[in-house]
């Protein structure tokens, strides 16, 4: 509407500055303001389809503010098992090396009554 208000401030400038106005220009002027009136329509289409989408699109985002939540606790109770069994596997790492550590002096004390005693 801004662009039609402008053009007809134009002509009416240029009608008041020559008196009148042929039905060449006359014509031309409705054509003119005919071509706005369907570009203003065609905008305002698009402009609504458009603002259609933005609802589409921040509803969907709104939609995902409940999953994203249960996600996120999710990864955080995945997140203190992981830590739980790292422990685990810490304590168990610990637990074979002192039964390889008995093992290896039981070991030791065998082959050593063995050799003492030499062959039978």
Same mark, same amino acid.
């Given at each position: 509407?801004? @662009?039609?208000?402008?053009? !007809?401030?134009?002509?009416s400038?240029? =009608?008041?500055?020559? /008196?009148?106005?042929?039905?060449?220009?006359?014509?031309?002027?409705?054509?003119?303001?005919?071509?706005?009136?369907?570009?203003? /329509?065609?905008?305002?289409?698009h402009?609504?389809?458009?603002? !259609?989408? @933005?609802?589409?699109?921040? !509803?969907?985002?709104?939609?995902? /503010?409940?999953? %994203?939540?249960?996600?996120a606790?999710?990864?955080?109770?995945?997140?203190?098992?992981?830590?739980?069994?790292?422990?685990?596997?810490?304590?168990?790492?610990?637990? @074979?090396? @002192?039964?390889?550590?008995? %093992?290896?002096? =039981?070991?030791?004390?065998?082959?050593? %009554?063995?050799?003492?005693? /030499?062959?039978?």
């Amino acid at each position: 509407h801004h @662009q039609a208000y402008r053009l !007809g401030q134009y002509f009416s400038v240029e =009608i008041q500055a020559r /008196g009148s106005m042929d039905s060449a220009q006359l014509d031309h002027l409705n054509t003119l303001l005919e071509d706005l009136r369907r570009a203003d /329509g065609e905008f305002r289409t698009h402009l609504e389809q458009i603002l !259609g989408v @933005q609802e589409t699109q921040a !509803g969907m985002i709104a939609s995902l /503010g409940a999953p %994203l939540k249960q996600l996120a606790a999710a990864l955080a109770s995945l997140a203190a098992r992981v830590d739980e069994l790292a422990a685990k596997v810490d304590l168990i790492t610990d637990v @074979q090396r @002192q039964t390889d550590s008995r %093992l290896n002096v =039981i070991i030791s004390t065998v082959d050593d %009554l063995i050799r003492r005693r /030499g062959p039978s």
